[in-house]
């Protein structure tokens, strides 16, 4: 009796010690690298300790099963041989169960030896290390760094067989990030739903994904829209210009926006009326920061934030002037719209009573999809429009007039508004 009490009592430390490096496992690399980095520099020695197995993988993990491993085997050496016997024996004295004792004695031992495996060495601690890892991975930091340290021959050893194999069937490390986009999306999501992400929080983060993938020909004001100074013209007529747009900055050219001198700072020109000094826009003019239409949105903002300057003019493949971009639209692609001040901005999409859309022209599509809840539109990635004018003159192959319509997937277009050649407002609304 006394050897079953042994072998009980081995295959049950066993089944714990399984289950602290199953436990070690998940808590490890379950940890946040933020955190651990942070209170690392602090000066936290465990912290220290748990970030270099965080930031060692490789190494952790396969100490990780080389001790798993370990543990099978000699559980597998106390199989519970000696109380499987002792069942049987018992079996034998009843003669309805004899024949079949061998079995019940056997099925038994190894129903109980796996159950007590999963639930000691596997999912009792798996939860409890999902549960608090943080506060695990700090309990078993040092003894798993000095059993990584032990094990390091035979991990190494295993390593280099590993890779040895691997090329031998030709098979090569995986390139594939480890996070990916979709993966953080559904994350914030997930915290939206429960609640640790605020709605405002979300919105905000979708948005820089998705300011992530625009290049600068969807966000800039088109040439036509560009409000500038004109050196040819008096002081007093550029001071009207300014005073009617009430811009912070302006393109100043000379005749024509494609002759263009620099930019101006409107605060320096204020600054030198305050002084009574005289004033010379000419003299006043900030090199302008020229980019290409195609670049991505995120190389604009790297470029302000390099070069120190609000607003960049984008041009085309022949050097022509195709609108400009300030950082103020770079704010609202992740912010959102901020009202103006004066209460007087005009929103680009208005909601009718019969359930229609006025919809400015110059609508980025992004945003008239995400409106309208549409994934793509009708030739958009042929044709590379990025407002719902463009969409609208693609459509009609022809400069609209008020009242030229349409319908495209389920959606009608209406043309209520013309600004010369440039459409203005857009009554749109869809198809039952």
């Not at 809840?373 to 007039?401: A, C, D, H, V």
Request: aromatic residues 8%.
């Amino acid at each position: 009796m006394e050897n079953v009490a042994v072998e009980i009592l081995i295959l049950l430390v066993l089944f714990i010690a399984n289950g602290i490096f199953a436990m070690s496992e998940i808590a490890v690399v379950s940890l946040r690298k933020a955190r651990l980095e942070h209170l690392a520099k602090k000066g936290h020695k465990r912290y220290k300790i748990a970030l270099e197995l965080f930031n060692s993988p490789g190494k952790f993990l396969s100490t990780v099963q080389v001790g798993i491993t370990v543990i099978g085997i000699i559980a597998g050496v106390f199989s519970g041989a000696t109380l499987a016997e002792k069942l049987v024996e018992y079996f034998n004295q009843f003669p309805a169960l004899k024949e079949y004792s061998q079995f019940l004695g056997y099925f038994l031992v190894v129903s109980l030896i796996t159950y007590l495996s999963l639930i000691v060495g596997e999912l009792v601690p798996k939860r409890i290390a999902i549960n608090n890892p943080e506060k695990i991975a700090l309990l078993v930091a040092v003894p798993m760094n000095w059993i990584s340290t032990i094990a390091k021959p035979v991990v190494s050893f295993l390593t280099v067989s590993s890779n040895i194999i691997l090329k031998l069937l030709r098979i090569k490390p995986s390139t594939e990030p480890t996070v990916t986009e979709e993966e953080i999306k559904i994350l914030i999501r997930e915290g939206k739903t429960a609640g640790i992400i605020e709605k405002t929080e979300k919105e905000i983060l979708d948005s820089v994904f998705k300011f992530g993938d625009k290049r600068v020909e969807s966000i800039l004001t088109p040439r036509t829209q560009i409000s500038w100074l004109d050196v040819s013209l008096s002081l007093e007529e550029n001071l009207k210009i300014i005073a009617e747009t009430k811009y912070s900055y302006y393109p100043v050219c000379e005749d024509t926006i494609d002759n263009m001198l620099g930019i101006i700072r409107i605060k320096d020109l204020f600054n030198l009326l305050l002084e009574k000094k005289a004033i010379s826009i000419k003299e006043n003019l900030i090199r302008p920061l020229y980019i290409p239409e195609t670049s991505r949105a995120l190389t604009l903002l790297e470029k302000f934030k390099e070069t120190k300057n609000h607003v960049a003019i984008v041009i085309d493949e022949y050097g022509g002037i195709q609108g400009l971009v300030t950082v103020n639209d770079i704010v609202t692609q992740v912010l959102g719209e901020f009202p103006a001040s004066d209460g007087q901005d005009e929103p680009a999409a208005i909601k009718r009573d019969d359930g229609s859309w006025l919809i400015d022209g110059l609508i980025p599509v992004d945003n008239f999809k995400e409106l309208f809840n549409i994934e793509i539109l009708e030739g958009e990635n042929e044709e590379g429009f990025q407002t719902i004018s463009g969409f609208i003159m693609m459509k009609l192959e022809k400069i609209p007039r008020s009242g030229d319509k349409f319908e495209s997937d389920g959606i009608s277009y209406e043309v209520v508004d013309m600004d010369g050649n440039r459409i203005d407002k857009v009554l749109v609304k869809k198809v039952l």
